[in-house]
């Protein structure tokens, strides 16, 4: 599922990584809603902060300067990771498939080339 165009865009708002990991919450907040009700005040609820904190940690640092964006990327490669192991006790647990847990595995591995990638990036303007 795409974000919406907003008729009032951020600069954060054109960039992929920000929409694919918006998108990566989106599908994770779709598996916690299959899990049952006591699981969603517990692994839910760390899974959906995982996954929101990426495309948090990506818009608000992509409005700082350059050395807090990169803070910010890495914040959000923590957050990607944290998704990684929450996303494979909800399937040891059932309440996600194996599929699912190998679709979010795919789309962190993604979300984490294209960080580093933009980190590199960043890296190389400072240092010019």
Do not use: W
């Not at 909800?90 to 309440?95: D, E, N, P, S």
């Amino acid at each position: 599922m795409k974000p919406e165009q907003n008729k009032t865009p951020f600069k954060f708002e054109d960039l992929i990584i920000y929409n694919k990991s918006v998108e990566l919450g989106e599908s994770i907040q779709q598996q916690i809603s299959k899990f049952p009700n006591e699981e969603r005040a517990r692994l839910g609820l760390f899974f959906s902060n995982a996954a929101d904190a990426l495309a948090i940690n990506i818009a608000v640092g992509s409005e700082n300067n350059k050395e807090t964006f990169l803070l910010a990327l890495e914040d959000a490669s923590n957050a990607a990771y944290e998704c990684v192991v929450c996303s494979t006790k909800a399937k040891l647990r059932g309440y996600i498939s194996e599929e699912e847990d190998q679709k979010n595995r795919e789309d962190v591995v993604e979300l984490n080339k294209m960080i580093t990638s933009f980190k590199n990036h960043i890296q190389s303007k400072l240092n010019s």
